[in-house]
């Protein structure tokens, strides 16, 4: 069975400090996707970016980027120099992709909050 | 811009009464998708369509929800009759898929609360 892990729930930090959201995903495919999305207080899910399994590359965008390790089933997110327009909680996903897949499992969320 | 839109955006309903929730996808996207999102429950999957056609409602209570596609710019969700433990958020999301290729894009949600 698919499954997404994302063990932080809350996590707590001073503006301008870099913060990583951990996600830990199990699947038995061996083609697959995984995505993050942000939702912050006004409730809409706000894509973020998506992965599928054979790009291993880790991308950069702006102060975001993402790790993602096939050999620790792992997709990481790192926010540089946080903003306290970063709080919000992300959500990591999962998606299958053969001929009925598409649907997203989500982990739990981690809420993040940023400081002044 | 192209975006997911639904209505209503907040409805307050009696328990026992019936809740229709629209939803427009994106112009082009083949795949529409319902999620409900609780605080116990987190997000969760109740029933998908692949252009119009049912892939999965395996998510949903089937003896009061249902969901129907009736063409490619409008999917409904009916919940009849209501109660109180389906006060939640319902996104719908559209996206375009193929075996080499997935997206989703979420609509802003329904806050649904059944006195």
């Known amino acids: 069975a698919q499954k997404v892990t994302q063990a932080q729930t809350e996590i707590s930090v001073v503006e301008k400090e870099d913060v990583t959201l951990d996600c830990v995903y199990e699947t038995r495919d061996t083609t697959y996707y995984l995505f993050w999305y942000k939702q912050p207080p006004s409730g809409e899910l706000v894509f973020l970016i998506r992965?599928?399994?054979?790009?291993?590359q880790n991308e950069i965008s702006g102060r975001y980027s993402w790790n993602f390790q096939k050999s620790t089933s792992s997709f990481n997110f790192t926010i540089t120099a946080s903003q306290v327009v970063d709080s919000a909680v992300y959500f990591c996903a999962l998606s299958d992709a053969g001929n009925q897949g598409g649907k997203l499992i989500f982990g739990q969320g981690t809420e993040l909050s940023v400081k002044p | 811009d192209a975006r997911v839109t639904q209505t209503p955006r907040d409805k307050v309903t009696e328990m026992g009464q019936e809740v229709t929730m629209r939803c427009q996808p994106i112009?082009?996207?083949?795949?529409v998708f319902w999620y409900r999102q609780t605080m116990m429950q987190g997000l969760e999957l109740l029933a998908y369509f692949r252009n119009r056609a049912p892939l999965d409602d395996s998510g949903m209570p089937k003896d009061r929800f249902s969901a129907e596609m009736p063409d490619a710019t409008l999917a409904t969700l009916k919940i009849q009759p209501s109660e109180p433990r389906d006060s939640a958020v319902y996104f719908c999301a559209s996206g375009l898929f193929s075996v080499t290729y997935n997206e989703q894009f979420f609509g802003p949600g329904t806050r649904l609360t059944v006195l």
């Open positions: 992965r599928n399994s054979f790009d291993e």
């Open positions: 112009l082009g996207h083949n795949t």
